[in-house]
C-alpha cells in the first residue's frame, strides 16, 4: 500500500449506531487529519494531529472523536450522528517543516446517516 | 469567515484551449499556495504549489500565478485535453499558524473534446 488509504469507502449508519472511520499512511508523514467535504462548502478542518498529539480542534462536536495511536494512523469514532453529518470524509497526511508543506490525501469515506 | 474564495464553480473549456482557474485570499500572511485536483469518488491529490516569494511557478502544463498586491492567484492549464476535467482547489498556509491550511470551494473544470 502506499499513499493514505481510507476504510470503509461507503457507510450508511443510523443515529443511534456507533462506527469507526479508519486511516493509514505509509508516506513516514508525522501530520494528519481529519476533513469533512459537503456539497458546495469548502474542506473543513476537524482534527490535527501532530507526533500523536492533537493540535487542532475546529469546534467540532463531541459525537465525533478522534484516535490517533501512531504517527500512521489515525481514527474517526462515530456515534448519534445526525443526518446533517452525512458527507464526504476526508483524511490526510504531511510533513511539517518543509519549505512548502503539502498534504497527501486519502480516497475519503462516504458517509450517509438515515 | 472564509479566508480563500473560488467564485467561479464551473468552467467550461475546449479541448487544446487554456483554462484558466482563478482564486483570490484575504490573508496577506500566506506563506505558501497549492492547488488540488479531485476527480469524483477520490480524494484530492496535488497538483502545483507556490511560495509567496515568488509570483510564477511551471510544472510541464500547469503554470500558477500569483499576484501578491491583488491577493489573487490563478491555475493556467495549456493546452486543456479532457482527461483534466476535474474540481479543482486552491489552498493556502501561513507558516506561523499550526497544521491549518486553508481551502476554496473548487471549481469544476470541464475539457470538452
Known amino acids: 500500500e502506499t499513499g493514505v488509504t481510507q476504510t470503509p469507502r461507503h457507510l450508511v449508519m443510523g443515529m443511534t449506531n456507533k462506527k469507526s472511520l479508519k486511516c493509514e499512511q505509509h508516506?513516514?508523514?508525522?501530520?494528519m487529519y481529519w476533513y469533512k467535504q459537503s456539497a458546495k462548502k469548502p474542506l473543513e478542518l476537524m482534527f490535527v494531529y501532530n507526533f500523536k498529539e492533537q493540535t487542532e480542534n475546529n469546534s467540532v462536536p463531541s459525537r465525533f472523536s478522534p484516535e490517533c495511536p501512531n504517527s500512521s494512523h489515525l481514527f474517526l469514532h462515530l456515534h448519534t450522528l445526525q443526518p446533517e453529518d452525512s458527507a464526504l470524509y476526508l483524511c490526510a497526511s504531511s510533513q511539517d517543516g518543509l519549505e512548502i508543506e503539502t498534504q497527501y490525501f486519502g480516497p475519503g469515506t462516504r458517509l450517509l446517516v438515515l | 469567515d472564509q479566508q480563500v474564495k473560488q467564485n467561479s464553480p464551473s468552467l467550461s473549456v475546449q479541448e487544446g484551449r487554456i483554462s484558466i482557474l482563478n482564486c483570490d485570499y484575504t490573508?496577506?500572511?500566506?506563506?505558501?499556495f497549492l492547488w488540488y485536483k479531485k476527480y469524483p469518488a477520490e480524494g484530492p491529490t496535488f497538483l502545483i504549489s507556490i511560495s509567496s516569494i515568488k509570483d510564477k511557478n511551471e510544472d510541464g502544463r500547469f503554470t500558477v500565478f500569483l499576484n501578491k498586491s491583488a491577493k489573487h492567484l490563478s491555475l493556467h492549464i495549456v493546452p486543456s485535453q479532457p482527461g483534466d476535467s476535474a474540481v479543482y482547489f486552491c489552498?493556502?498556509?501561513?507558516?506561523?499558524?499550526?497544521?491549518?491550511?486553508?481551502f476554496g470551494t473548487g471549481t469544476s473544470l470541464t475539457v470538452i473534446p
Open positions: 508516506l513516514g508523514h508525522n501530520a
Open positions: 489552498a493556502a498556509k501561513a507558516r506561523n499558524t499550526g497544521n491549518q491550511f486553508y
Open positions: 490573508n496577506s500572511m500566506f506563506d505558501y
